[in-house]
């Protein structure tokens, strides 16, 4: 397990420079084996030291590329593949370990009157999280580029999670949602408070 300071939802691509000598170990562990490792949000704490308070909610990731350096810090690109929950905490010797279940989102039936509102909030909500990047870059801010937006809405109400300018507490209660039409309801609340604080914030110059 990876306790971080921020959330990882499945497709979402996670950087890490691993210098911490537990981590060390743990990558070299995932090397010899599948190539997964846990994340989770450290609620309270740091991600140095250990002693953190962690959620109970978090994503599997994949090493799709881990190059190590010459004084053993390993620079790592994952991707978040699959939501799960931790059942139970181990040892955290020689690093962070946990026993975890899948936890997979609860879909709509198929043409089903749940499933067309999903769609259609999604491509609301797809135009608003652009609305809120102009909104953003008007005043100057950073944002992701939004080209890789996915056409379904189970996997794109996750990538919005990854792109939507949110705290990590709102990351984490979406990556909690039940399914794609609650994590879409609650999106949406989101992305409109965001773009009402950022239109605010132009008009106040």
């Known amino acids: 397990m990876f306790p971080l300071e921020s959330v990882l939802v499945p497709g979402m691509v996670l950087p890490l420079h ?11 562990t995932c090397m010899e084996g599948d190539g997964e490792f846990g994340v989770v949000l450290i609620e309270r704490g740091s991600e140095v030291g250990g002693g953190d308070i962690r959620s109970g909610v978090g994503t599997v990731a994949r090493i799709v590329q881990a190059d190590e350096m010459a004084d053993g810090r390993w620079v790592v690109v994952a991707v978040g593949v699959r939501r799960v929950r931790v059942e139970r905490w181990l040892d955290d010797d020689p690093f962070p370990r946990a026993e975890l279940t899948d936890w997979p989102d609860v879909e709509p039936a198929q043409a089903s009157s749940e499933e067309r509102g999903m769609e ?16 953003a870059a008007e005043l100057g801010r950073p944002a992701a580029p939004l080209a890789d937006l996915a056409e379904d809405p189970l996997a794109g109400s996750y990538h919005l999670v990854a792109l939507a300018p949110l705290g990590p507490l709102d990351r984490q209660r979406l990556l909690s949602a039940d399914g794609p039409a609650e994590r879409l309801v609650l999106s949406g609340a989101m992305l409109r408070e965001a773009a009402l604080v950022l239109e605010a914030q132009l008009a106040g110059g």
């Open 18 to 28: 691993v210098f911490e000598e537990r981590y060390r170990a743990l990558v070299r």
């Open 120 to 135: 259609a909030a999604y491509r609301d909500q797809r135009a608003l999280l652009r609305r809120v990047h102009a909104l």
